[in-house]
């Protein structure tokens, strides 16, 4: 195995147990191989392989359906990007989405400093009107 290939398969084995380790439902840990591979249809031999880094050779099928399991972006295996950050950039994503706020966010874009400013006071005006803290915590 060539040094790029063991660099490779080191890689997918460090992102694959960084996603086990910090891509599981809050209360509860980690998923188990023979449940990703219930998720997935990956047979568990080939999920162990990546996990321990075995597979040298894993499919884009194989990579894409983990990443899906995940809901992490399938370009996770090969980005310069810290894992981290790739995980708050979807979750802080996939909140907007999920919160309706993302259109809010994609129409301030063009907004001067102080208008932004005057849309973020309101924001808080109306979160306080509901009885809510002034920004939600971090989760």
Same mark, same amino acid.
């Given at each position: 195995m060539t040094?790029?290939?063991? #660099?490779g398969?080191?890689?997918?084995?460090?992102?694959?147990?960084?996603l086990l380790e910090h891509r599981h439902p809050e209360g509860?840990?980690?998923? $188990?191989?023979? #449940?990703? $591979?219930?998720?997935? &249809?990956? $047979?568990e031999s080939t999920l162990? &392989?990546?996990?321990?880094? &075995?597979?040298d050779n894993p499919k884009i099928n194989t990579l894409v359906a983990v990443a899906k399991f995940f809901d992490v972006p399938p370009d996770i295996w090969v980005t310069d990007k810290p894992l981290a950050e790739v995980l708050i950039d979807r979750d802080l994503h996939n909140a907007m989405r999920d919160a309706g706020i993302e259109s809010i966010a994609l129409r301030s874009r063009d907004l001067?400093? #102080?208008n932004r400013k005057l849309v973020a006071?309101?924001?808080?005006?109306?979160?306080?009107?509901? &009885?809510l803290p002034e920004a939600p915590s971090a989760s």
């Open positions: 040094e790029a290939a063991r #660099e398969v080191a890689r997918i084995a460090a992102t694959f147990n960084y509860r840990g980690p998923y $188990s191989i023979p #449940e990703i $591979s219930a998720g997935t &249809g990956i $047979s162990k &392989g990546m996990k321990g880094g &075995g597979n001067t400093p #102080e006071d309101m924001i808080t005006v109306a979160r306080k009107s509901q &009885g």
